[in-house]
């Protein structure tokens, strides 16, 4: 279902899993959330500052890719509390949330912000995807950018257990990194970090809260890495927008 998103701004990094629980330090104003902003760029491994874009393609030619359309916005959930991270596949499809861990209030502002942002630029959305968990599927909502469908694909590692692990979730991430979005229009993924040995590509090991890795997929090849886009830097896009 194809929506075009439009509208106003609102307000509103760290590292998934067991490693996922720096998001609630962060949440909870600890040195971790504090550098996060002036941590150096990096399109690979590392974290970005909260307010970067880095990549290959960044400023005007960044926001005529997203406008264009045929992209996927691959995002990570905003920052959650200090339960564990870990869902098994059972507890995902119950969608139980009070066994599993939620955004926080920080987070659900992280959502919203890096939302209207996306609604600022008018991003020619066609779907948005989240992965069963109750933390992603509330970010998917607050971001409020168009319906949202959840896909089991999008699952963190803990549910792949008795669905074929680590390799059939790479697997997985790979495919959905191929898809290629209908004619003029963006994917918007809402998921975990990446937390599998040698993940592919390593950039998902590295997001923080609320932040986007923008692909160009390429069925049959790699998807490539176009830019990072930390989760305050959606108000600095839309400034450039006509400039």
């Not at 075009?4 to 971790?32: E, K, N, P, V």
């Not at 066609?126 to 896909?151: M, S, Y």
Request: net charge positive.
């Amino acid at each position: 279902m194809t929506t075009l998103i439009a509208g106003a701004a609102q307000a509103g990094q760290t590292t998934g899993s067991s490693m996922d629980r720096a998001d609630s330090m962060a949440a909870h104003g600890s040195s971790m959330n504090r550098e996060s902003d002036s941590m150096a760029p990096s399109t690979g491994t590392n974290r970005i500052a909260a307010t970067a874009v880095v990549g290959t393609v960044t400023g005007q030619a960044l926001l005529r890719r997203l406008q264009r359309g045929g992209l996927i916005l691959w995002i990570r959930h905003g920052a959650r509390d200090d339960r564990p991270g870990d869902v098994s596949d059972a507890q995902a499809a119950a969608h139980n949330c009070a066994e599993q861990s939620r955004l926080t209030a920080q987070g659900k502002a992280q959502a919203r912000a890096v939302g209207a942002g996306m609604r600022e630029l008018n991003l020619p959305i066609a779907a948005v995807h989240a992965a069963r968990l109750c933390r992603t599927r509330a970010t998917a909502r607050l971001l409020n950018v168009g319906p949202v469908k959840t896909d089991a694909s999008l699952d963190e590692a803990s549910t792949w257990h008795d669905r074929g692990g680590d390799a059939a979730y790479q697997q997985a991430v790979f495919k959905l990194l191929s898809t290629t979005p209908p004619k003029g229009k963006d994917i918007l993924d809402v998921t975990s970090k990446l937390t599998v040995p040698n993940p592919r590509p390593p950039v998902l090991a590295a997001l923080g809260p609320a932040e986007v890795a923008v692909f160009a997929p390429n069925p049959g090849g790699q998807p490539q890495l176009l830019a990072r886009i930390g989760r305050k830097a959606w108000r600095q896009l839309a400034q450039k927008v006509g400039q």
